[in-house]
Nanobody
């Protein structure tokens, strides 16, 4: 399984961006997928996740109501729609998948340890 993240860029506060995470390799089923981000000088943090089977979604509190994670299984793509962007959203955004057909309790989907394949990251810069 390989991941390709794209869609980052430089935008002003209040703008929107849509990140894409395309999965290649074994693509005959969806994967538990998460988006994470790492700002300069900070630790990586979870942003959102979507489950493999039900498509249930989870969000970091600070992005709830602004970010939406969704999946298009036909195109092996998971999206992160980011609206009302703030300067504090500036970071490198990574997508990650759990390539194993596992189910976890709710909170685990926002934990990095469940993901075993990571993409290369795409930079999002939000100016004030």
């Amino acid at each position: 399984v390989q991941l390709q993240a794209s869609g980052g860029g430089l935008v002003q506060a209040g703008a929107s961006l849509r990140l894409s995470c395309v999965t290649s390799g074994r693509t005959n089923s969806g994967y538990n997928t998460g988006w994470f981000r790492q700002a300069p000088g900070k630790e990586r943090e979870s942003v959102a996740a979507i489950t493999r089977s039900s498509g249930y979604t989870y969000y970091k509190d600070s992005v709830k109501g602004r970010f939406t994670i969704s999946r298009d299984n036909a195109n092996n793509t998971v999206y992160l729609q980011m609206n009302s962007l703030k300067p504090e959203d500036t970071a490198v955004y990574y997508c990650a998948v759990d390539s194993r057909p596992r189910t976890y309790t709710g909170g685990a989907y926002l934990q990095s340890w469940i993901y075993n394949v990571w993409g290369q990251g795409t930079l999002v810069t939000v100016s004030s």
